[in-house]
């Protein structure tokens, strides 16, 4: 039994990120994945009614981008000082304004919102990190080292949102590339082949 426990749907969503950032680290988890029915049954008694929710070692942490934050920082990947931690915390929140942006439109079922993400909205953004990793040296968007901002453009570029990745990344060769070698990474490359396949 894992001291670690991940708690949320059947699905990638606003969880994958963290499951990536403990599956590159090595760190044994349980990944609960609860039905509508379990998370009703449980929601009133959560910190903020809702999930994903992170039990780490007996403490509960809440806010996807929090739990992701902080698994990052205990297993390195947040930069080597606080300008590092900075500019990593800058690419997560640029690709989090991508999701958010999605995510609106998916939910509210408006076709032609999701084509203008789809067709705009993630092109501009995805040109905006690919000029922002090739002014850094174009391996890594912080410090010439992995950090969990990478692994979260590799997330929503291999993802995107709902299973809907951007279309293609011709034009930014320098995340394809980055995106390509994170994919080869030995724990990251086990976790994506072992992972349920879900549709959102």
């Given at each position: 039994m894992s001291?670690?426990?991940?708690?949320?749907?059947?699905?990638?969503?606003?969880?994958?990120?963290?499951?990536i950032i403990?599956?590159?680290?090595g760190k044994k988890f349980t990944d609960e994945r609860l039905s509508g029915e379990q998370f009703g049954a449980i929601k009133s008694s959560l910190p903020y009614t809702q999930i994903p929710v992170l039990d780490y070692k007996g403490e509960v942490i809440c806010q996807s981008l929090t739990i992701a934050r902080f698994l990052a920082a205990e297993s390195g990947l947040t930069g080597r000082n606080n300008l590092e931690n900075a500019q990593a915390n800058e690419i997560v929140d640029a690709v989090?304004?991508?999701?958010?942006?999605f995510v609106k439109v998916f939910f509210a079922k408006d076709q032609d919102g999701v084509m203008n993400?789809?067709?705009?909205?993630?092109?501009?953004?995805?040109?905006?990190?690919?000029?922002?990793?090739?002014s850094r040296g174009g391996q890594f968007f912080v410090g010439n080292n992995l950090t969990w901002a990478d692994l979260v453009v590799f997330q929503f570029v291999n993802?995107?949102?709902?299973?809907?990745?951007?279309?293609?990344?011709?034009?930014?060769?320098?995340?394809?590339?980055?995106?390509k070698r994170v994919a080869e990474?030995?724990?990251?490359?086990s976790w994506l082949a072992a992972r349920p396949v879900t549709n959102m």
């Open positions: 001291d670690i426990k991940l708690t949320y749907f059947p699905a990638k969503g606003r969880a994958e990120i963290a499951r403990l599956s590159y680290s989090a304004d991508l999701q958010n942006a993400a789809l067709d705009k909205t993630y092109p501009a953004g995805l040109a905006n990190l690919e000029k922002i990793l090739k993802d995107g949102m709902a299973n809907t990745p951007p279309k293609d990344l011709k034009a930014f060769p320098n995340i394809a590339d980055l995106c990474f030995p724990n990251i490359k």
